[in-house]
């Protein structure tokens, strides 16, 4: 199969996704409140969702938010005033679950991006942005062709660089303000 042709389904695929999105709109804003209103924000997610959400850290540091990548050994002990961005695609990842229910505990907000909204996750978190996007174990090509949850973890960057986009825009920063923030140690 040419790379052309998968290249025009991953675009049409991540085009629905972000679509579907539309229904999540006043989610995403809440969060986005939730995200620039927050002491702290910490990010988590497994394997290739993690991967998206680390992305998503970056650029709110960027931003100049307080932002930890949960599982690193600079990543604090979470508390109230926090807030968890949290990816899983079963919403019932045990490592996730467990991280939600202590933020819960310490009351801190939970923001999941999910592709169950019945999930574990779900139930725990503050807000929920539902993913139409197959789940790591889905095998058959109904919800996407693309194999296990790429579509999903594709949806997470998107919502992650929306998210910043957002709050970028609303601050009134420029690239330049943003600019030294950057890493200088590459």
Excluded at 24 to 29: E, I, T, V, Y
Excluded at 58 to 81: C, D, F, K, S, W
Aim: proline share 2%; net charge negative; no cysteine.
């Amino acid at each position: 199969m040419p790379v052309q042709i998968s290249l025009d389904l991953i675009a049409a695929e991540n085009s629905a996704a972000v679509r579907a999105l539309a229904s999540n709109g006043a989610r995403l804003d809440t969060a986005a409140q939730a995200i620039r209103a927050a002491d702290r924000v910490f990010l988590l997610g497994a394997g290739r969702s993690g991967i998206a959400l680390q992305m998503t850290a970056m650029r709110l540091m960027h931003l100049g938010l307080t932002a930890h990548v949960v599982g690193e050994v600079t990543a604090p002990a979470i508390r109230g005033g926090d807030v968890l961005v949290v990816a899983s695609g079963s919403g019932s990842t045990a490592g996730i679950v467990r991280a939600a229910q202590t933020a819960v505990d310490v009351g801190a907000s939970v923001f999941a991006i999910t592709a169950d909204g019945a999930s574990e996750v779900s139930k725990l978190a503050t807000v929920t942005i539902l993913v139409e996007a197959a789940r790591k174990l889905d095998r058959d090509s109904a919800v996407s062709a693309q194999y296990a949850g790429s579509l999903f973890e594709q949806t997470v960057v998107t919502i992650g660089d929306a998210l910043f986009h957002a709050l970028w825009t609303e601050s009134g920063l420029s690239a330049d303000d943003l600019w030294p923030r950057h890493s200088n140690l590459e």
